[in-house]
């Protein structure tokens, strides 16, 4: 199965992604983590990334691109994989149209996990991660409409997009993920 995963930041895909990798065993491919995790061993990407992280605006794309290309030729992402947090961009998702393309490997489904903004804002305060200040708070949420939201109309016109209703308890949104999937798996 190969699958995008987009919602806004706060959505709970983080916990929905754990969930469905646990039962359908695709390569999780977290872009949020392999910056994080290039900025705690310093790299030089790592610590470009970092400027923009640290204000929660979106690192330029072709960084990401880059890094999303290469991870994409890894042998365990020829079983399926979860990408989350990337596409963010229509840029990234035209790149990633390109790269799939010529692999042979389209997209099976591409799944938003819808919340209402004032929800989202509330869940981020109350987290305490080093980008979740009020501030970068407002830029990804921000970011997030202007940049992102675009995609789903981009999914949508392809017959990619599902929708799932992000409001209720980890297990009732997983439920309703499940529902999806089990019918494309
Ligand atoms: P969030 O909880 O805001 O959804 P992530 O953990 O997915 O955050 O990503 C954290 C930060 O990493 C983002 O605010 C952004 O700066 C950067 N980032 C992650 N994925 C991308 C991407 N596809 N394009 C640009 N920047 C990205």
Redesign the pocket.
């Known amino acids: 199965m190969r699958l995008v995963f987009i919602?806004?930041?706060?959505?709970g895909?983080?916990t929905q992604a754990e969930y469905l990798i646990k039962k359908y065993h695709p390569a999780h491919l977290?872009?949020?983590?392999?910056?994080?995790a290039a900025r705690d061993a310093q790299t030089e990407v790592g610590l470009k990334?970092n400027e923009?992280?640290s204000?929660?605006?979106?690192?330029?794309?072709q960084?990401?691109i880059d890094i999303?290309a290469e991870r994409l030729n890894a042998d365990d992402c020829a079983q399926g994989f979860l990408l989350?947090?990337?596409?963010?961009?229509i840029a990234?998702a035209e790149a990633l149209d390109e790269m799939l393309t010529k692999n042979g490997t389209p997209l099976d489904i591409v799944l938003e996990l819808k919340v209402p903004e004032e929800e989202l804002f509330t869940r981020?305060a109350g987290r305490g991660?080093a980008?979740d200040k009020p501030e970068?708070i407002r830029t990804?949420l921000e970011?997030?409409r202007t940049q992102t939201s675009p995609l789903l109309d981009y999914y949508g016109t392809k017959g990619l997009l599902v929708t799932i209703d992000g409001l209720g308890t980890v297990e009732e949104i997983f439920d309703r993920i499940q529902t999806v999937l089990d019918k494309i798996a």
């Open positions: 919602g806004p930041p706060g959505a895909k983080g977290s872009t949020g983590d392999m910056l994080r990334a923009y992280m204000r929660g605006e979106l690192v330029p794309d960084i990401i999303i989350d947090g990337f596409p963010r961009t990234q981020l991660r980008d970068a990804r970011g997030y």
